[in-house]
Structure formats: C-alpha cells, structure tokens
C-alpha cells in the first residue's frame, strides 16, 4: 500500500512503538547501573531523558522512590509511556512529557539523578553531559548509555555506518576523561551484553518490520528503511568485538 506523506521518520515510529525497548538495553543492566547511584529518597527529582516508551524508566520507577519524570520528543512514544505508567499505578510519581532533551524545561541544580539510554551519541556525548550538569544537585548521579569503541582498532566501515547516522564513536577512556573535565566525578563504566543487542532490541524491531513489509507491500521507501536497519544489523554481527554500548556512570562534584 502506498501512502505518499509517509516520512522516515513516520517508520521509525511505527516500527518502535510497539517493542518494550527503542534501543539496546535490558532490565538487568539498568539495574546495574542503578545500583551505583546512593543519594535518593522520597523527595528526589530525576530525569529520564530519551525515555522512549519507557521501558527502562519503569524499571527505574519500580526500583526506587522519588519522582521520576521522562522527557521524549515522540508526543506517540510519550503517549505511550503514560499508559505504561498507569497500568503499573506509578501516575503519583512518575510522568512523561514531550520536550526536548537539548532544553530541558528543568530548574537549575533541580535534579537527584539524570538517566538517559540511547539518547546522547546523537547529540554528542560532550555537549550533553556538560549541559545536563547544570541541572543536577552537587552530589547528583549521571547514568548515560553511549555507542563507544571497544578496542583501539576502528573499522572503517563501522565509522562510517554511524558518521552517516549523524553520530559517531569514542573510546571508552576519552568519554570517561570528558566526564571527569565537565564536573563529574567518574563512578564507573561497563559495555552492555550482546543480549541487549541481538534478543532485545534487533529481534522484537525485525519481527515488527516484517509485519510493517507485510502493510506496505511494494513500498520502496518502507524498503529502504527496513534496509538501512539490516544493514545496522548485519555490522554488529561482523563487528560486535569492536564497539558496543557503554552504561557511563557519574557524579556531579
Ligand atoms: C534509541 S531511542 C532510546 C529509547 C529508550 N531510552 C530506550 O533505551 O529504549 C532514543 C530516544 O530518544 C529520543 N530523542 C532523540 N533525540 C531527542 C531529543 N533531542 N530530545 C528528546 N528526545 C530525543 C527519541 O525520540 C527516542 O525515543
């Protein structure tokens, strides 16, 4: 079927709204990562930036008290994620909103904790660890996932897979040096499983591009999309022992 105002940035839509996930990531490493961050209470602020549907906000949600509230610039993703709140009775306490996560609609030194997983590569790691500082507490915590070079060897071709996405990779040692020059004290790293790739987030985003081939049968541009993103696979596959993500993990000093 052809539908003529049909963007690509319609089929990212359609294609993630209904996975539990929008990027690589697990319930388990969110937990890990959680479980470094010992300043919250009843009355903490935190942020949840790129939360997509939500999926790891409502693991944050269930492990911890305080307000959490997720930013996402998808209103469809938001909508969402609200619903998510609400069938797990979480609405006293957590909320999505639609903004931007490049202006945050938060008050200076207002936040305990800033989360955000799959989010910063596209607006760069430097950029937005140093603007989201100035809106965490001194003591606050940091948790960001990011695409990194995993080895000092950099195939080309992976370079220029995620150069063309409008991102690009850094080592581990440099982000962590970034984070250490923009106010943080650095808590810890580690690279997120295979699994976080291959059966949570490829797999569940395949099966719903197939269904998306099947309701648009004959579309060259749902083709080409569909396409780009087995070609995304197909590079991890090749090339997982080079990059991956990394879970960064800091502390506003
Ligand atoms: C790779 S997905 C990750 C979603 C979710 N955090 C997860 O890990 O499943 C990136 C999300 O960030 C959102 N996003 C990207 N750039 C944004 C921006 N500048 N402001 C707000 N949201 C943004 C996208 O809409 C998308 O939901």
Known sequence: ?????????????????GLKRQGPGSPEMTMR???????????SYIADLGCGTGGQTMVIAQNTIGHIIGVDMIPNFIDIFNQNVKQLHLENRVTGIVGSVEELPFKKEELD??????????????????????????GGYLAVTCPSWL????????????VDAGSGL???ENNISILQNTGYRFISSFTLSEECWIQNYFAPREAAEKSLLEKYS?????????EGDRREVELYTKY??????????????
């Not at 800033?114 to 965490?136: H, M, Q, R």
């Not at 080895?151 to 995620?162: A, H, L, M, N, R």
């Not at 004959?218 to 569909?226: D, L």
């Open 33 to 43: 990562a959680l479980s470094f961050v010992d300043n919250l209470n009843e009355e």
């Open 218 to 226: 004959g579309n060259q541009m749902v083709e080409a999309y569909i």
């Open 151 to 162: 080895t000092d060897e950099c195939p080309s071709e992976v370079e220029k897979f995620w």
């Open 1 to 17: 079927m052809e539908n003529k105002n049909m963007t690509m940035f319609d089929l990212l839509i359609e294609t993630h709204i």
């Open 240 to 253: 997982k022992q080079y990059y991956g993500y990394v879970f960064y993990i800091g502390k506003k000093i």
């Open 170 to 172: 850094d080592s581990i």
């Open 113 to 138: 904790l800033i989360w955000s997983e799959g989010v910063i590569d596209g607006i760069g790691f430097e950029k937005a660890v140093t603007y989201w500082n100035g809106f965490l507490k001194k």
